[in-house]
């Protein structure tokens, strides 16, 4: 069986995100593992009623308890398992490891976007997350809820192959939740080759899906600056459910500095992201 690993710390946009992640579990048929990393910051829950005698790092195997005994009345899947595990390390490396090691096929995971704070690990570290994990992430921002499935998902593609080995996956969730594509060509530059490109590699994505997966797709582009916004606003337009892109994993150690374009919508969009790992 699927698992769904939901990394928390306690915040109300993680139990947010453990919600989502509950629901998506639901749909998928999935295991759920609740995840906690203590990183040696004292802090309470916002669920905490005994104020200072209740500090974090000292009880979370109480607190995960709770929480998973708060939510064991979601989850519906028959003979499934909802468990948590308890890692102590940095939250990137562990919680990538903990997927690795489960197996599993989604990690679903808070972020508090550009607000700033930053007294718990999640907000700050979705994009290290999405950037690093074995398998894909959904990020689900401040507010999200689960909307009774995914009924429209928009997708980037640029001029790159690797933007196009997301769809298989991609693909897969939209046969899955019957939900219509929304493909978005990004022409970031007016040379003729990028231009040309982008078009082929549309026309062909476009095929792809509704020949081969049967998804029903249509497909625009998009070009000038602020491409990032413009997805985002193009998102909110079309009431898309999600937003997936990818995040290449390079041996090159200089590809994997910047990442301006995913990083913009994991932290800005007001739809969840769906982020799928490509390789060389």
Known sequence: ??????????????????????????????????MHVKTGINYMPTFAKDQAASRLNGQVERWMDEVKDQH??????????????VREG??????S????????????????????????????????????AP???????????????????????????????KIPVLAGVAKHFNA????????QSNFQFIVKRIGQFNKQVERFLREKAGVE???????????????????????ADMITIHIHHSSNPFANLIRPFANELINRSTKPVFVIPTKE
């Open 1 to 34: 069986m699927k698992r769904v690993l939901i990394p928390i710390d306690f915040s109300n946009d993680s139990i947010n995100a453990l919600e989502y992640g509950i629901e998506m579990a639901n749909y998928l048929s999935a295991n759920v593992r609740i």
């Open 90 to 95: 940095n939250v990137v490396h562990e919680i």
């Open 180 to 187: 219509r594509v929304d493909l978005v060509g990004l022409k």
């Open 217 to 239: 797709v249509r497909s625009t582009i998009f070009s000038g600056k602020n491409l990032g916004q413009q997805m985002i606003d193009y998102a909110d337009r079309v009431e």
């Open 97 to 132: 490891n903990q997927a690795k090691y489960d197996d599993s096929s989604l990690v679903v995971v808070g972020s508090h976007g550009e607000s700033g704070f930053q007294d718990r690990w999640i907000g700050s570290n979705a994009f290290r997350l999405a950037a690093h």
């Open 135 to 165: 398998c894909p992430v959904i990020v689900v921002g401040k507010g999200m809820k689960w909307n009774k499935g995914i009924r429209r998902i928009v997708v980037p593609i640029d001029y790159t192959k690797a933007s196009r080995q």
């Open 72 to 85: 064991l009345i979601k989850y519906q899947v028959a003979g499934g398992q909802l468990d948590y595990k």
